[in-house]
């Protein structure tokens, strides 16, 4: 077989520029969200990327500038701006028109104190001195998050098993 000779940062199959990894200070507290007067069978999910979160999180809840939120998340200003304008779409189309939002994707970093749950596979920030328990369902057995965490922290089991005393 010969390789492409468009470069060593492409991969067989993938169109445009490889993403780059955005830093998310802590993941969500809540990766779903249902509106209330349409039947669950029939509504439409729409995805919101955990940068896109992060940008909307940075921007609209904390006040933050775009200069200022793009160098926290490690991205361009172009970039950011792009990432909140994403989120607000969906944002305006979840609310209009109603459905399922979910939380998830995207390649992101999370900051210190973020950690997998081996149950629930959700990610979660602890910050207390005590030994990490997971906030969602109450589980002992965690692992820091990993770059590759989306959301579905089933990244963490195979190094949870490579490395069972973490």
Sequence with gaps: MIAPSWGKNLQWGHMGRQSKTRSVDSPPRYFRFLSEDS???????IALQLDEYEALRLADSLGYDHSEAS??????????????????????????????????????LFGKDVYCCSHCHRPFQWTEKTPPRCSRCGGEKVIRAQPSCHHDCRCCEAVAEMNPSS
């Design 39 to 45: 039947p669950t069978d029939n509504q439409r999910s």
């Design 71 to 108: 160098r926290v998340m490690d991205v361009s200003r172009p970039t950011f701006t792009r990432l909140l304008k994403k989120a607000r779409q969906k944002m305006a189309l979840f609310l209009t028109d109603g459905g399922i939002l979910d939380i998830r994707g995207g390649q992101v």
